[in-house]
Nanobody, 120 residues
Framework: QVRLQESGPGLVKPSQTLSLTCTVS??????????WSWIRQPPGKGLEWMGCITYDGNAYYSPSLRSRTAISRDTSKNQFSLQLSSVTPEDTAVYYC????????????WGQGTQVTVSS
């Protein structure tokens, strides 16, 4: 059973960098050919795919967020992380990490989500 758990600060000040970590258990983030994604849901809005990192370490980003998003991984800890710079209150959302099936945009395993609020 694959399990994912988001962690990081729940409150970030405007202009700062939002940093979250997803810890994966029950499966390796290097297993072919899965990708590992960050998805968010602002209050009252739909899910927004932010980006992912593949089993072999290649990162991809939503065009709207590419300029201020970085996804990385630590294979020794079986973790991958999200950094979103220059945040504003519009970045307030529940943030999820998830596993994407090979050759698909369908996520089969999700973390429970973590609320991040951007406020001064």
């Amino acid at each position: 059973q694959v399990r994912l758990q988001e962690s990081g600060p729940g409150l970030v000040k405007p202009s700062q960098t939002l940093s979250l970590t997803c810890t994966v258990s029950g499966g390796s983030i290097t297993t072919r050919y899965y990708a590992w994604s960050w998805i968010r849901q602002p209050p009252g809005k739909g899910l927004e795919w932010m980006g992912c990192i593949t089993y072999d370490g290649n990162a991809y980003y939503s065009p709207s967020l590419r300029s201020r998003t970085a996804i990385s991984r630590d294979t020794s800890k079986n973790q991958f992380s999200l950094q979103l710079s220059s945040v504003t209150p519009e970045d307030t959302a529940v943030y999820y990490c998830a596993r994407d099936l090979p050759y698909s945009d369908y996520a089969d395993y999700w973390g429970q989500g973590t609320q991040v609020t951007v406020s001064s």
